[in-house]
């Protein structure tokens, strides 16, 4: 399974932003798939999930602002990016695993394949 993150960019505060995650190989309905940063000097932590349809995972920090959605037809997964700030700032990759609970989804142990990342800065 290969992934591939893209739309990163920069961004002023209270701007969006989408990224995509353009995933081959493997069966892509099958796997949960994640969002996850990365800040400078920080640990990699887990942003959004999504399994099957509709299921989801948010954590505190990205509640209410952020969305993700599959497109199954296409193997892509989105992360919808709104009102950001500067604690949004960070590479950000995306993931597929089998998680299958809502505890497991967010976290990384439960992912097998990342993507390269894909920087997202953020202006005040």
């Known amino acids: 399974v290969q992934l591939q993150a893209s739309g990163g960019g920069l961004v002023q505060a209270g701007g969006s932003l989408r990224l995509s995650c353009a995933t081959s190989?493997?069966?892509?309905?099958?796997?949960?798939m994640g969002w996850f940063r990365q800040a400078p000097g920080k640990e990699r932590e887990f942003v959004a999930a999504?399994?099957?349809?509709?299921?989801?995972a948010y954590s505190d920090s990205v509640k209410g602002r952020f969305i993700i959605s599959r497109d199954n037809a296409n193997n892509t997964t989105y992360l919808q990016m709104s009102i950001l700030n500067y604690g949004d700032t960070a590479v950000y990759y995306c993931?597929?695993?089998?998680?299958?609970?809502?505890?497991?989804?967010?976290?990384?142990?439960?992912?097998?394949?990342w993507g390269q990342g894909t920087q997202v800065t953020v202006s005040s």
């Open positions: 993931a597929a695993g089998s998680a299958v609970t809502l505890a497991t989804m967010t976290q990384r142990r439960w992912y097998n394949y």
């Open positions: 190989g493997g069966t892509f309905s099958k796997h949960t």
């Open positions: 999504i399994r099957g349809r509709s299921s989801t």
